[in-house]
């Protein structure tokens, strides 16, 4: 069974730096591509950016590059999504999910999701 | 604000049928395929359709996708008061600024 569990609530301070995980099982972590999709608060979903664990090749939406970092480790299935200084406004919830990829790099669909982490950011 | 447009939201009673409507353009429902995902009240997202009309394993066929031009539209029959929820269409966007993009959402109600 395919899992993505993603590390626990985080309440930090404006300027404060953070990482939050996913880590998958039940399949080949390293052959396929993880995402994250951003959820503010009564807001939709905005996908934010992709990596393959593999190589660790990345692709950011364009809303999101130099404002976050992805990265994985694939030695034990883990991927991550880090801020180097929060701002409130990155206040979410935040998925990893898994996508299908297509030609030239285009994304099909997330077929699964994990749980959310949600991100609080308050002076 | 997404590229992908719906209705804000869409209700019936229950057994009826409600359709979604997603509205996008050229570069992006035009030339790729749509996948809808639901999201139950303070849930992880689930997919629901792919590839503008296939469901995975486990999605009832009260649940069914379409693809003309450069709309895409979501049917849910036999409605359920368990079907509550807000719906999102997906799909790649091929522009220079693109990406994967999705719909502004529908809050589906059961009345």
Known sequence: EVQLVQSGAEVKKPGESLKISCKGSGYSFTNYWIGWVRQMPGKGLEWMGTIYPGDSDTTYSPSFQGQVTISADKSISTAYLQWSSLKASDTAMYYCARPLMGYGGSLYYFDFWGQGTLVTVSS | ?111
């Open chain 2, 1 to 111: 604000q997404s590229v992908l447009t719906q209705p804000p939201s869409v209700s019936a009673a229950p057994g009826q049928k409600v359709t979604i409507s997603c509205s996008g353009s050229s570069s992006n429902i035009g030339n790729n395929y749509v996948s809808w995902y639901q999201q139950l009240p303070g849930t992880a997202p689930k997919l629901l359709i792919y590839d503008n009309n296939k469901r995975p394993s486990g999605i009832p066929d009260r649940f069914s996708g379409s693809k003309s031009g450069t709309s895409a539209t979501l049917g849910i029959t036999g409605l359920q008061t368990g079907d509550e929820a807000d719906y999102y269409c997906g799909t790649w966007d091929s522009s220079l600024s693109g990406g994967y993009v999705f719909g502004t959402g529908t809050k589906v109600t059961v009345l």
